[in-house]
């Protein structure tokens, strides 16, 4: 089961995923055990494929297709899988991996599958130093501040989501006004939350404003801008992004330790390490290209220059 297990999933990763996925999905979160991994729930023709083999198939599927195949699509990557049988039954009648230039496709596919998972395997277990680690916290410190927040949207005529049932069109000169005397209502002491329910014109109203936390880079620039400057508990002036004019009160501001980001910063530097690595073994190796036919080596881009400093006022 173990080679044709491989020849449906190098198949049906190819061809399942020309699915169309509505939307772009979170990434699928990881395989729940079958219930009975032994179970045949699959027949085609002489081969069993049991639920375990199954949630194998659809693990070597993008991520992004996998909850899709678990869910709404798991009939639809069987059907793609009784095709992957009856052509690959086809295909040893006629011989064609007989054919020299079959058996050169197969051998180049198998080594890409091999080098796939082998950097797979150094993404994993390559160890990321400690020094390492602290370095991109260091410099990336603004990556792990994190806000909770509340928010009143005053929508404007034209903005790019659709406005609420019975909701006046404002101009964008009346939505800052009404943004303006809100904002008189909460520095004067009304609940902010209740406010939202009453006047927010976006679906975070029903839960009085509330946005949850977030981190920079998840909200439009502006938004951001604003409410990472704002103080706790402060109502911020109103803020005009392509929806309208926001109030933000910042429930709470911090920023992660070390200790606590460090497996977020180890997994998003593995990547790099292992790219290093392969780096280093393509060094070892004696390669050379032949520039008449490729073509003569790029120029390395050149580092960025530094920011210019700030014009003195």
Do not use: C, W
Not at 21 to 31: E, I, L, T
Not at 66 to 89: E, N, W
Not at 124 to 145: P, Q, S
Not at 261 to 267: F, S
């Amino acid at each position: 089961m173990k080679v044709y297990a491989a020849t449906l999933a190098l198949y049906a990763v190819s061809s399942f995923a020309q699915i169309p996925v509505a939307g772009n999905a979170p990434a699928a979160p990881p395989a729940p055990p079958p219930a009975e991994p032994n179970k045949v729930i699959l027949t085609i023709g002489d081969q069993k494929v049991t639920e375990g083999q199954f949630n194998d198939l659809i693990n070597a599927l993008p991520e992004q297709y996998r909850q899709y195949a678990r869910g709404a699509g798991k009939r639809a990557f069987a059907d793609q899988l009784v095709q992957v049988k009856v052509l690959y039954d086809e295909a040893v009648k006629e011989k064609l991996e007989q054919q020299p230039k079959v058996r050169d496709t197969l051998d180049y596919q198998r080594r890409t599958v091999l080098a796939q998972l082998q950097f797979v395997e150094m993404q994993n277990n390559l160890k990321v130093t400690d020094a390492a680690i602290a370095k991109y916290y260091d410099d990336h410190k603004n990556e792990f501040e994190v806000l909770k927040a509340r928010h009143i949207l005053i929508r404007v005529k034209g903005a790019p989501m659709q406005g609420l049932p019975g909701k006046k069109e404002l101009t964008d000169e009346e939505a800052l006004a009404k943004a303006q005397e809100i904002r008189k209502r909460l520095v004067g002491g009304e609940d902010f939350a209740a406010v939202a329910k009453a006047e927010s014109d976006d679906s975070s109203a029903a839960q009085g404003g509330e946005l949850g936390e977030f981190r920079k880079g998840m909200m439009v620039p502006p938004f951001e801008e604003a409410a990472f400057a704002a103080k706790v508990n402060e109502v911020t002036e109103p803020v005009k992004t392509p929806f309208g004019y926001h109030l933000i009160q910042v429930e709470s501001h911090v920023t992660r330790t070390l200790a606590d980001a460090r497996p977020d910063i180890e997994k998003k530097l593995r990547p790099e390490a292992a790219r290093t690595a392969v780096e280093e073994l393509v060094k070892g190796m004696s390669v050379h290209l032949d520039d008449s036919f490729f073509g003569p080596v790029p120029p390395k881009s050149p580092a960025p220059a530094p920011p210019a400093p700030p014009a003195a006022k």
